[in-house]
């Protein structure tokens, strides 16, 4: 699939993620780039870097620790509205097993939003930046099976002495080599990465539910070289995440099915934290009500699972999982889409207020959707570009909740999506679809370690901790009211005023 923003060809979000107090600070970024399936066109990586401040920010670029001809440092400044494209050589793509330091440091003076793009012909993804203080020293990776290519991770040191632990998963036919040495399905890799160290991991059996622990953070890339996603035809794209630590996983999920994709369905793929973790699937399809059960016996084990194009699911999971979406391969004829792979935000980790901007399609422009989810209560407060949705939206009812979702057609371009009420937090997705190509991504998230073992503590207005261990972060107003109904009142509360991050609201009221 091929990407392209504006007259450049290149895929870009603009999508809002925080964690901490970031406010009138700047942010720093390691991020890097995986093996790409290379042709006889070998594309150049790219960054995308964007902010909401409508002050100049300065930002910086450079790769330290990589001592090649092509080293990177630029410096520039960007402001609301606009986007800066640097392209970087090909030979910072990492390549099948390997452990280099090609990890490319970002560096700011105010909140901005960075975006990789790995394009090669016919094989491109993309993914959302974490900043740094927003990494974990926990995760289970990624991939699709059959691998069709390779499946891949890459791990992202961010200190030096970083102790990392990599269990291999139970895969039949797994072998990796690093240095010589030679690891199968169950075994353990134990090596130190310093900063701007990456290690990449290939293999041809699937390598999902890897388990990485370190002892300082370290970012995690996962995905595939390039895969067929399902039996609906033959075209593979390369497929790649910025995975979110174990500590901000969830408990509750809403999914909406790929738009107007008839008779292909979606493929989801659970990953469980914890043993004997029990998922529970509620939906509605075409007006008919599904429920699906089923138990994940092992952490880092998952399941996958194919599903109707019509449903509309809420997913409860008794313990912490990640959940992913993938769209399915070009089935042919009328049906104009490609693989991409898709996290699946928890409800716990909704924000407020989220900007972004659409791609454009290489042969003109993309059939483009947002795809949301809302409190049903409150669905016509819902604001795209500051209008109501288009009178002929449909909701659906998300069972076992006060949900609703759908989705709208949307323009080329950039886009704000809010809540009328300032507190509301929303859902989103934005998909679009061509011949060929696809793409599809969570407009936003925030980034709360709400799976990170809780003890209750004292609350300061707007502390974005879970101060009751509830498994929600600033749920309530301050306005003397049980505003989460859990029988307590302003016991975990909002700042009193709106704090603003990367475009999206930092209060919130969890629905």
Not at 357 to 384: A, C, D, H, W
Request: charged letters at 20%; proline letters at 5%.
């Amino acid at each position: 699939m091929i990407f392209s923003f504006l007259n450049i060809c290149a895929w870009i979000c603009i999508v809002q993620i925080a964690r901490g107090a970031l406010d009138n600070r700047g942010t720093k970024f390691l991020v890097a780039f995986m093996d790409n399936k290379i042709t006889n066109q070998d594309i150049p990586p790219e960054l995308f870097i964007t902010t909401d401040s409508k002050q100049l920010v300065h930002v910086n670029i450079s790769s330290p620790g990589f001592h090649h001809s092509s080293r990177l440092h630029e410096s520039f400044t960007v402001k609301q509205g606009q986007v800066h494209l640097t392209q970087l050589h090909t030979s910072y793509r990492l390549n099948h097993t390997q452990l280099a330091k090609k990890a490319i440091l970002i560096q700011s003076d105010h909140e901005i939003v960075v975006y990789g793009v790995n394009r090669e012909l016919h094989s491109d993804d993309g993914y959302l930046a974490l900043p740094v203080d927003a990494l974990g020293k926990e995760y289970y990776t990624i991939s699709y099976a059959p691998s069709y290519y390779y499946t891949l991770f890459t791990v992202i040191g961010t200190a030096h002495h970083t102790n990392v632990a990599i269990q291999l998963p139970n895969t039949p036919g797994l072998n990796v080599t690093l240095k010589g040495i030679t690891y199968h399905q169950n075994e353990w890799i134990n090596l130190t990465l310093n900063i701007y160290s990456t290690l990449e991991i290939s293999s041809v059996a699937d390598l999902t539910g890897s388990h990485i622990i370190s002892d300082k953070p370290v970012g995690v890339l996962s995905g595939n070289k390039k895969a067929v996603v399902g039996n609906t035809g033959g075209s593979r794209d390369h497929l790649v995440e910025m995975l979110l630590p174990v500590d901000s996983w969830g408990k509750n999920f809403a999914t909406v099915p790929i738009p107007e994709r008839y008779n292909v369905g979606d493929i989801f793929k659970f990953v469980a934290s914890e043993d004997n973790t029990i998922i529970t699937v509620t939906g509605m399809d075409h007006g008919v009500q599904f429920n699906d059960k089923f138990t994940i016996a092992k952490a880092g084990q998952s399941i996958q699972k194919h599903y109707s194009s019509g449903l509309y699911s809420h997913v409860v999971s008794d313990k912490p999982i990640a959940l992913y979406q993938f769209s399915l391969t070009q089935k042919g004829g009328p049906d104009h889409a490609d693989p991409s792979l898709i996290t699946i935000p928890p409800i716990e980790q909704y924000a407020a207020h989220y900007t972004f901007t659409t791609p454009e399609y290489s042969l003109g422009n993309y059939t483009n959707y947002f795809m949301f989810i809302v409190n049903g209560n409150q669905k016509n407060g819902l604001r795209l570009d500051n209008h109501p949705l288009p009178s002929n939206t449909t909701y659906h009812k998300i069972p076992g909740s006060n949900l609703v979702a759908g989705y709208v057609g949307i323009s080329v371009g950039t886009h704000t999506v809010n809540h009328i009420n300032d507190t509301m937090v929303i859902g989103g997705i934005l998909f679009g679809k061509a011949k060929l190509e696809s793409y599809g991504f969570p407009v936003g998230l925030l980034l709360t370690p709400v799976n990170s073992g809780c003890q209750a503590k004292a609350m300061d207005y707007g502390d974005e901790i879970d101060n009751d261990c509830d498994g929600e972060v600033d749920e309530e107003e301050c306005d003397g009211k049980d505003d989460d109904g859990d029988g307590r009142v302003d016991e975990d509360c909002r700042c009193c005023a709106p704090q603003v991050v990367v475009g999206r609201r930092r209060k919130r009221n969890f629905i």
